[in-house]
Every structure is written in C-alpha cells, then in structure tokens.
C-alpha cells in the first residue's frame, strides 16, 4: 500500500474536501475506500471488517462502526476516518497507524487479578503473521504457574467461508487451588470454527492434558496413581455487538459453551456450562450503563485440579481477596456453580488523546500515535458459589461495591484503581489491568 500514500496525499491538497472542514450532511453516499498507513497489513484483513458494500449511503453512527471494528482488530495505535470529497465522488479514507508486530518482549504479568502471582519470561510474538492477523508465539515464563508454550491462531480463514483454526502445546508447573503443591501440566488443544456473520461465530475445541500431580497427593487423581490424561471437547457459540472491545460502552456479548471432560471409566467425568450475557447501554452523551451475568453450572464430580471458584480468575471486588467456596471444603463441594452480577456506571474525566515521540530510541514505530485518557467508574458486584440447590440463597450472596479511577494507556490498555466496600463495610484498594468486563 505504499504506492497508494502519495497519490492519495495529492487527492487531499490538490482537489479534497475535508469532513470537518466543510460541512458534510448525513446519510452520505460513499463510493469507495482508500486504506492508508498498512504497511504490512493485508488490505481485505481491514476491508473485511466493514459491513457494507459500496456505494453505499452511510450515517455518522456507521463510521464510528467502521472505526471501532477495526480498532478491535487490535492492530493499529490508532484509526482515522476521513470524507474525502473529489468531483462529485465521496472517498472514504481510513488512516491506519500499525503497533509493532513481530518482535522478542519481557513478559511480565499478574494472574488471577493477585500482585503476589506475578510471572516473569520472554515470548516471541508475531501479532500480524503474514500481514494477515494471524498469531503466532512461542515462549515461556518463571515465577508464578512457569510455563512454555507454543500458538497459532487464525480468526479468519477464506474471504466468504470464514473459517476458524488455532492450535496450541504447552507445559506448565500450575499451583493447585486447593494444596499447596504444583500440577505438572502437559497438553495440547486443536480449535476449528467458523464466523456465521461478522458478529455471530462457533467453535469447537478438543483439548488433551497430562496432568501429574505430587506424590503425596496421588490418591486425589482419578486413576490413583497420580497421573491423570484428562481429554475436553466443547461448543462455543457468541454473538459479539460490542462497540469498543478493550472498553466497551455499547452493545452486548453473549457467549454460551458447553463442555465434555472425560470419556473412559480412567478419567474425569464432568459436564460443564457457561452462559456469559453483557449489555451496555448509553445513557446520557458519554454515561454509559455496563452489566454483566455470568452462569457456571457443574455437573459431575469434578478432581482437585478442575473445581470451580470465585476469587482467582473471577473476582468481587469487595471480597477480592476471598475465596469461595472455602477450598478447605474440597471434600464437600466436587460439583460447584458459581453466579457473579457486575453493574458498572461509565463516564470519562480525560478523553482519549494521541502523542507520538519522533525520536524515540531503538524503534520509532512503538512511539506513534499512543493513547491516554482517564476514565471513572460507579460499580457494584455481588456473586454466589453453591453446590446444594437449597444453599442459593440471597443470604449467601457476596456484594462489593465502589468507585474507581481507569487509566488509557498504550499496550496496557486500561489499568484500574479501583476502590471497594463489602456488604460488612470493610474497604479494599484493587489495582489491576484490562476493563472488569
């Protein structure tokens, strides 16, 4: 596409007309579009996430799908939308600013929303292999859960079959929730899927792992010997309206699966479900309503290495620092479901701003068009872990609620300060990365 930026260059100062410059009255006939700044980005990788057609008539509201649908490509710093008007014919013109792809990066990471897990490794990342949004990384970390691991993934393979495959290996030493011992983890997992519309999509996964668990703890594995082979096969159906993925403020998210563990008489044998619904409503200009509901029903017996729990990888802040059911009660919770309500009331403080550093060091590229803006937050959140039907009861909910700041930042995206009072009145500072939900 660099053959495309000086004639389109030219089309701006020698014959355009600007939207912001002129006037320009919706719904406007557009009659096609011109990409710039995708260097290494296939052009139909970014034209295919345009649900029109052209020459098409589009409404403010459309841009901004445009925009933000290519913004959840998570591939550019940065995405402008400009009218370009030339004798009688309406261009659309979208500037791209592309992150850096393929390069070795430090990882470091919290898990499970804790500061005190934090691993620590190296991972080389292609984020855009062949131009064309594919993922492929290899590498491996320390500290926390020390892992190596292997990926590709392609969200998008055929322009009208829209095709979905990935495939994974890795291996991880992972602390058990339960005893303080580590589960040597070896596994691998296939996925094939396919986008039904740009909104609605299926999968299908088949995961395989080995997991040993320490000697001492071997009669706490289904085949008694400490080595269990735990095979999963699952259905994923999601249906994505979402305006804005790493902070959403309109639309919704459901995504329902459904999940098989264990199919011989030597292995786990459990069912599990999971219904995750969220809707985001405007309210008023930039006041935005967030919800989420999420469902996870158990049904079976379920080994030490796979049960349920609110207070790692789901959280209420309130009780962040709590876990429930009580892990010391593994031996009478084998079939856990949990439910956790999020509400969360949006405003910005800072409006999203771009800055660009020209002579940054090693590679100009990492410094161009980065973002900041500070956002707040009104939240509430209340969960429930239960095994017994006659134990989901309001009395046994857990509710927090608070106030928090929510920084915009570039490659971190969001980090939150977040301040929490229980339904005891005890409050919490919670620092973490990436919007609640």
Request: without cysteine; charged residues 20%.
């Amino acid at each position: 596409m660099k053959n495309f930026i000086l004639p389109v260059i030219l089309l701006l100062f020698a014959f355009s007309r600007f939207y912001g410059q002129e006037p320009v009255h919706f719904p406007i006939a557009i009659d096609k579009v011109i990409l710039v700044g995708n260097e290494k980005t296939k052009p139909n990788i970014i034209l295919r996430e345009i649900p029109f057609t052209f020459p098409d008539s589009l409404s403010q509201q459309d841009l901004l799908l445009i925009r933000n649908r290519i913004q959840n490509l998570y591939l550019f710093n940065r995405v402008e939308l400009e009218i370009v008007q030339q004798q009688g014919t309406n261009i659309l013109l979208i500037m791209v600013t592309e992150s850096w792809y393929f390069l070795p990066l430090p990882l470091v990471f919290i898990n499970e929303h804790d500061w005190n897990k934090i691993s620590y490794g190296m991972q080389l990342t292609h984020y855009n292999f062949r131009g064309r949004n594919e993922k492929l990384s290899i590498g491996g970390w320390l500290g926390y859960d020390p892992s190596f691991f292997i990926r590709y993934f392609n969200p998008w393979i055929g322009y009208k079959s829209r095709l979905i495959f990935g495939l994974g290996m890795s291996k991880m030493k992972k602390a058990n929730k339960i005893f303080d011992m580590d589960e040597n983890r070896f596994g691998f997992d296939v996925t094939v899927g396919r986008k039904l519309s740009l909104y609605l999509q299926t999968e299908i996964n088949f995961d395989m792992k080995r997991i040993k668990l320490s000697a001492e703890y071997k009669q706490f594995s289904v085949s008694k010997n400490g080595t269990d082979w735990v095979p999963s096969l699952s259905y994923q159906i999601r249906w994505d309206r979402r305006d804005l993925y790493e902070y959403t403020k309109k639309g919704f998210l459901i995504s329902y699966s459904i999940r098989k563990t264990g199919f011989t008489s030597n292995q786990p044998d459990f069912w599990r479900y999971n219904f995750d619904n969220r809707l985001y409503i405007p309210i008023y200009r930039s006041l935005s309503l967030a919800s989420r509901q999420l469902f996870n029903f158990t049904q079976g017996k379920t080994p030490i290495y796979d049960r349920l729990f609110l207070g790692f990888g789901e959280r209420i802040r309130g009780y962040f620092d709590d876990v429930f059911p009580n892990p010391a009660l593994y031996e009478k919770y084998t079939s856990t479901n949990i439910s956790l309500t999020n509400l969360e009331l949006r405003f910005p403080l800072l409006p999203i701003r771009y800055f660009s550093w020209q002579d940054g060091p090693v590679m100009s590229q990492l410094y161009r068009d980065l973002k900041f803006g500070i956002s707040a937050a009104v939240f509430m959140d209340s969960g429930i872990a239960w095994q017994d039907r006659s134990e989901f009861t309001l009395e046994n909910f857990y509710t927090g609620y608070g106030l928090g700041l929510h920084f915009h930042l570039p490659y971190v995206y969001v980090l939150r300060f977040d301040y929490a009072w229980n339904d005891k009145g005890r409050g919490q500072l919670i620092i973490d990365v990436n919007a609640s939900f």
